[in-house]
């Protein structure tokens, strides 16, 4: 049984990782290019996941190489202006 105290710690993530965000974007717009500006020189794979029923938005699962906190919420960061929604 999980101890709600357990819930309210952060997880402990051993840095350098690999990293997966699940980040949805309008049908219209280039993920690929997106990611590149974001990223720069640094590799990353990345797989389209999802369309919406309707065309509208398409999710891809983009994994990267982080080597800290604070480098993997920096890249969440500059996801999220550019995406419709990242997890």
Do not use: H
């Not at 990611?35 to 590799?43: G, K, M, W």
């Not at 938005?57 to 920096?74: A, E, F, Q």
């Amino acid at each position: 049984m999980v101890n709600i105290c357990d819930l309210k710690k952060e997880p402990i993530i051993n840095y350098p990782t690999f990293w997966d965000y699940k980040v949805v974007f309008e049908a219209g717009v280039d993920a690929l290019e997106v990611f590149t500006q974001i990223l720069n020189e640094r590799e990353f794979k990345y797989k389209i996941s999802n369309t919406s029923k309707q065309g509208t938005y398409k999710s891809y699962l983009l994994s990267v190489y982080v080597d800290s906190k604070s480098d993997r919420l920096n890249i969440f960061n500059q996801l999220k202006s550019k995406a419709k929604f990242v997890l």
